[in-house]
């Protein structure tokens, strides 16, 4: 087919951080305006998805198909399904409050940081479409650059450490990805991630195939233990780098498992569930209660993004111990929807109390919980988002926090009381960092001269976390209509995972 609205999508947003670019930091009242009529405009050209979006199919949709590496089979092949689908438009909406949040705050190489979002945001959008997979590996990697320059150059003092140190551990696992990829194609001769999908291959081939995926995936979620380069980058990161990784980068992670390793390699999956089952729990348990004794807000929020995402892999990987439990594959579905509820909320939470601690930041320039105290004194409205946000991150119902977990938890039910009791303390815990965590800054008699005069939310503030309350608070009292996007690809996804491969 012709250049269609998935290439808009992920080249518009790179055409227009070139012309970012182009225009250089002399002109950067216009450059600022380009970049956000950019991101409105890519936003705008995903809604005609929603709209035009058969949930009755988990066909691949808006397909393009052009030659690329014709060579070597592989071709520039978009599409979206119902589980790419809100990953598209959760990449295209944040990209707004990011750009709208540094308007007035980034002074050194505004283009420049401009133009590495934009570009970034076409990237990330071809991961989510890219139906090839050489190509979702090329904007795989290439993905990694902008946010490498967007930590080392606008980052904190120790931003070199954490822009190498995040580099090394995602590319590293990358490599083995491509390795990987390289041996489906040599057995089957196509790129195609339907082919594949439908490979035949033995469990031996299958275990190695998982693994390789497996250290590509695990380390962008995070999982336990290759999770330990994301608190450093996001603490060294300028805010919108902290909330694109949060509410994007993480998700590619979660997004892998259930495009590549569930349906290429679903034997070894199988095999293998227990050891995903196990990082999952210990991240959820285990991570939640580091993120207690955290002293740096982003350190917390940060430790809280790795005990969430704990959801999304548990969510993933129990559809087999629910099958041996129950003798039916009915609460797979409800663990995957549930992953994938999770990763779209965690998105709009995590996002947001980055922006919030963002918000302080630029007043005080300090993330440490102990210069603050009494904001809500100065701040009421800063401190009525940050209230809701928080009790969404704690998972209270009427959040979209609360939408996600509890589909896993009763999912983890259905497989095993003990996975539902140790995911449940998530509830408890997070609940304990999170308000804690809100008690310290916000409440109490005003700490110092400092916080006395931090003004209140400006009108550029209370637009970017206007816009993620809204959005919170529709996805937590009215999922149907996610869930409805998502519920033929994931019920095709549990067939693809419960059938084995191994060949006859």
Same mark, same amino acid.
């Given at each position: ?99 709208? $949040? ?39 990697? $290439? ?184 003798? $039916? ?176």
């Amino acid at each position: 087919m012709q250049f269609g609205i998935l290439s808009a999508l992920v080249w518009l947003p790179i055409a227009g951080g070139v012309a970012v670019l182009a225009l250089g930091d002399r002109r950067i009242v216009a450059g600022r305006w380009v970049a956000l009529l950019v991101a409105l405009a890519t936003l705008a050209l995903s809604l005609p998805l929603l709209a035009g979006f058969d949930r009755g199919t988990a066909e691949f949709q808006f397909v393009e198909h052009l030659p690329w590496l014709p060579a070597f089979n592989s071709w520039y092949h978009l599409g979206v399904d119902g589980i790419s689908l809100p990953l598209i438009v959760l990449s295209a909406f944040m990209t707004v409050p990011v750009v709208i $949040a540094g308007w007035s705050v980034i002074s050194v190489r505004p283009a420049q940081y401009y133009a590495a979002f934009l570009i970034m945001e076409g990237l990330m959008i071809g991961v989510f479409a890219a139906i090839d997979g050489l190509l979702f590996y090329f904007f795989w990697e $290439a993905m990694l650059i902008p946010m490498f320059l967007i930590i080392g150059v606008w980052g904190g003092p120790r931003r070199v450490y954490a822009t190498i140190k995040f580099f090394l551990y995602t590319f590293l696992g990358s490599v083995l990805m491509l390795v990987a990829l390289i041996y489906l194609y040599v057995q089957g001769g196509d790129y195609s991630l339907r082919a594949l999908q439908d490979l035949p291959l033995t469990l031996g081939e299958q275990r190695w195939i998982f693994l390789a995926f497996l250290a590509a995936f695990a380390v962008k979620v995070p999982m336990v233990p290759v999770h330990t380069w994301l608190p450093d980058a996001h603490v060294e990161a300028p805010t919108g780098g902290s909330v694109i990784l949060a509410a994007i980068l993480l998700k590619m992670g979660g997004y892998g498992f259930l495009r590549f390793s569930l349906p290429i390699a679903p034997d070894a999956s199988r095999e293998l569930d227990w050891l995903m089952i196990l990082l999952s729990l210990v991240a959820i348990v285990y991570i939640s209660l580091i993120a207690l004794v955290q002293t740096d807000m982003k350190k917390l929020v940060a430790y809280s993004s790795v005990a969430h995402m704990g959801f999304v892999t548990l969510g993933s990987f129990i559809a087999w111990d629910i099958a041996q439990s129950t003798g $039916a594959y009915s609460g797979a579905a409800m663990g995957l929807d549930g992953a994938m509820v999770q990763m779209v909320s965690h998105g709009l939470i995590s996002g947001a109390l980055f922006l919030c601690v963002g918000v302080m930041y630029d007043r005080v320039h300090s993330r440490e919980i102990a210069a603050y105290g009494g904001v809500i004194n100065t701040m009421p409205k800063f401190a009525g988002f940050m209230v809701l946000f928080a009790f969404a991150n704690a998972g209270v119902p009427g959040t979209s926090g609360f939408v996600g977990e509890f589909l896993v938890i009763i999912a983890s039910y259905k497989a095993n009381f003990w996975y539902a009791l140790l995911t449940a303390t998530m509830l408890i815990t997070g609940a304990a960092y999170t308000l804690w965590l809100i008690k310290r800054v916000l409440y109490g008699p005003v700490a110092n001269e400092q916080v006395a005069k931090m003004p209140d939310l400006n009108v550029r503030e209370l637009l970017v976390l206007g816009m993620l309350a809204v959005s919170v608070l529709l996805l937590g009292i009215w999922p149907a209509p996610l869930l409805d996007i998502m519920h033929s690809s994931i019920h095709h996804l549990v067939e693809q995972m419960t059938t084995s491969k191994l060949p006859l």
